[in-house]
């Protein structure tokens, strides 16, 4: 992953990202060498350093009368990264509690392309128990690493999994989930008629999600009490009527 992509992906704007790269190989500057290095508007690049130095990635010292910047320790992102999570983890239980006021209410939200999708598994790492009708095959096919990690997971936090599969799934993806998850992970195989399915069915909590694994990939994640409770039947007598 490239300096710029990565530091835009934990939340440096592009000017910011910049002039942290700038000093970073650069070492000590003025703002105005900064601003006709990067070629930044000298009022703007006040702006800039104020900001990276509130989130701590550069220092401000005082030389000859004149103000000069340098980097801090790059270790620094890393607690500018805790920092948030601390945020977060303060305005969770009033974020919660607004959501719950909602909770009856059917929520549809939809994900595109194999990054959401992974959005949607790791929201899935708060059940207890997930139930799935899926291609275990085809899932790990969009990327094997996250998955296998993924799986170990869901084995970390003993989250029991309950998953109809065609046979070309219980070959191997199904038989490599059970190595890692044991008595977590139980499956049943559909009758060998049945092609390889391209979807994947997933309840959990008060959630349904139905995706589809063959471009495009996409997912349809519904929160609703009462069309999970129905769903849940549909699985329970497909799950009964399937030999174990």
């Given at each position: 992953?490239?300096?710029?992509?990565?530091?835009?992906?934990?939340?440096?704007?592009?000017?910011?990202?910049?002039?942290?790269?700038?000093?970073?190989?650069?070492?000590?500057?003025?703002?105005?060498?900064?601003?006709?290095?990067?070629?930044?508007?000298?009022?703007?690049?006040?702006?800039?350093?104020?900001?990276?130095?509130?989130?701590?990635?550069?220092?401000?010292?005082?030389?000859?009368?004149?103000?000069?910047?340098?980097?801090?320790?790059?270790?620094?992102?890393?607690?500018?990264?805790?920092?948030?999570?601390?945020?977060?983890?303060?305005?969770?239980?009033?974020?919660?509690?607004?959501?719950?006021?909602?909770?009856?209410?059917?929520?549809?939200?939809?994900?595109?392309?194999?990054?959401?999708?992974?959005?949607?598994?790791?929201?899935?790492?708060?059940?207890?128990?997930?139930?799935?009708?899926?291609?275990?095959?085809?899932?790990?096919?969009?990327?094997?690493?996250?998955?296998?990690?993924?799986?170990?997971?869901?084995?970390?936090?003993?989250?029991?999994?309950?998953?109809i599969l065609s046979h070309p799934s219980g070959e191997k993806t199904a038989k490599d989930t059970r190595a890692i998850m044991g008595s977590l992970y139980n499956y049943k195989l559909l009758p060998s008629q049945y092609e390889e399915?391209?979807?994947?069915?997933?309840?959990?909590?008060?959630?349904?999600?139905?995706?589809?694994?063959?471009?495009?990939?996409?997912?349809?994640?519904?929160?609703?009490?009462?069309?999970?409770?129905?769903?849940?039947?549909?699985?329970?007598?497909?799950?009964?009527?399937?030999?174990?």
């Amino acid at each position: 992953m490239k300096l710029d992509e990565g530091l835009k992906n934990i939340g440096l704007k592009g000017s910011e990202i910049k002039v942290y790269l700038y000093l970073l190989e650069n070492g000590v500057s003025t703002p105005p060498q900064i601003a006709k290095s990067t070629k930044i508007a000298r009022t703007n690049t006040y702006h800039i350093v104020r900001a990276l130095e509130e989130k701590g990635l550069i220092e401000q010292h005082k030389k000859r009368k004149r103000f000069v910047y340098l980097p801090t320790d790059p270790a620094a992102l890393l607690r500018t990264l805790e920092r948030r999570r601390e945020i977060v983890e303060q305005l969770l239980p009033d974020l919660r509690a607004l959501h719950k006021i909602q909770k009856n209410k059917p929520s549809i939200r939809f994900f595109e392309g194999t990054e959401q999708i992974k959005e949607i598994f790791m929201q899935m790492l708060e059940a207890e128990e997930i139930l799935g009708i899926a291609s275990t095959k085809k899932l790990f096919e969009l990327d094997p690493k996250f998955f296998t990690s993924y799986t170990k997971l869901m084995k970390h936090r003993n989250i029991m999994f309950q998953d109809i599969l065609s046979h070309p799934s219980g070959e191997k993806t199904a038989k490599d989930t059970r190595a890692i998850m044991g008595s977590l992970y139980n499956y049943k195989l559909l009758p060998s008629q049945y092609e390889e399915l391209a979807t994947n069915f997933l309840i959990w909590n008060d959630n349904v999600v139905l995706m589809t694994l063959e471009e495009p990939v996409f997912g349809t994640l519904i929160t609703n009490k009462n069309l999970v409770a129905t769903f849940r039947v549909i699985f329970e007598i497909i799950w009964g009527v399937i030999p174990s």
